[in-house]
């Protein structure tokens, strides 16, 4: 990308228009700010929605299954496919945990290389799943035979009743952390919400934004344009109460790990009429508290990369 078209934008948890800046623009990142009234970690402005799906089409390589990743390997490596089949068996231990997948609907988010829609299928579920990238369709289509896979743009993702007008007893994102990588994950998690019958579970992993686990580049926020949330178990949480959701189990993940730990979360649409409490997304002492917790970070970076790269 040459030009790049800038969007400003509010507080996509609380609404609210007022940030302290965090980062500013780097070759890695965009500009990070912090919402003053809930402590929202986001991206402001961001990318024009022409230039995200365009980003997603040339440039993103953090899936094997992305065009940019595709040119590089030459195609899907063996160890890409069974690193992810290990991770959605892991995910699939949890998963079963709280919900007998057996003769359920469900629908898997970012499927990836399909693993994880496969599996459920072999536990007795009907099976449906969303995804950016063609590639990663065709091989779950060749691969394990998946069927009922859809693809939406990166900027219309979180849109899912545009794709299915079915009802799901579970809603998945485990194969790869999904709420940062779209526009809105309020709109996602409203869709969400739609699309699930009474009782019915959301599983969900995400990153950990404050607890790293390497420490390349310079900072928490080196990863990309495509992140536009970098989120924590408390704001997680703050997302799921308020869209009317109820929490059954949260925790990091004890089977994955990347340069952050991740969150495992459980959460179910609860039966009685959701009443929204504003409450829970202003928390301006919170706020204060990110707001440190990220300079602190800051400070830290350059010695904890050191530390890192001693024997």
């Known amino acids: 990308m040459q030009k790049i078209d800038r969007v400003e934008t509010n507080c996509d948890l609380c609404g609210d228009r ?41 440039e993103f390589d953090g899936d094997p299954g992305s065009n940019q990743k595709i040119i590089e390997n030459s195609g899907i490596p063996t160890k890409k496919v069974e690193a992810e089949m290990t991770r959605c068996l892991n995910s699939l231990s949890l998963l079963k945990k709280h919900l007998n997948p057996k003769s359920k609907i469900g629908l898997s988010l970012r499927f990836g290389l399909g693993s994880m829609p ?31 896979l859809k693809l939406a743009s990166p900027v219309n993702f979180h849109l899912l009743s545009q794709h299915f007008p079915q009802k799901f007893d579970f ?10 990588h779209v526009l809105s994950i309020r709109k996602l998690l409203e869709e969400i919400y739609k699309l699930l019958n009474p009782n019915g579970y959301l599983f969900l992993d995400e990153k950990e934004i404050f607890q790293p686990t390497r420490f390349y580049g310079n900072s928490i926020f080196d990863s990309g344009p495509h992140h536009f949330y970098f989120l924590s178990k408390i704001m997680l949480l703050s997302y799921l109460e308020s869209t009317g959701f109820e929490i059954v189990k949260c925790q990091i993940n004890p089977y994955r790990q990347t340069a952050f730990k991740h969150i495992f979360i459980v959460a179910r649409k609860k039966t009685s009429l959701h009443q929204y409490n504003s409450q829970i997304m ?3 002492h919170y706020a204060r508290s ?22």
């Open 118 to 148: 496969y599996l459920l299928r072999q536990e007795g579920a009907l099976m449906y799943g969303l995804d950016y990238f063609e590639e990663n369709r065709n091989h779950a289509a060749l691969t394990y035979q998946v069927e009922n």
């Open 18 to 58: 007022s940030f302290w800046l965090i980062a500013k623009e780097q070759k890695t990142h965009a500009q990070i700010v912090c919402c003053r009234t809930c402590g929202l970690l986001y991206t402001n402005p961001r990318y024009s929605d022409d230039q995200i799906n365009q980003f997603y089409e040339d």
């Open 290 to 311: 990110v707001r440190l917790q990220t300079k602190l970070l800051a400070l830290a970076w350059p010695l904890k990369r050191i530390a890192q790269q001693l024997p």
């Open 171 to 180: 809603i998945e994102g485990l194969t790869i952390h999904t709420a940062s």
């Open 282 to 284: 202003q928390r301006p």
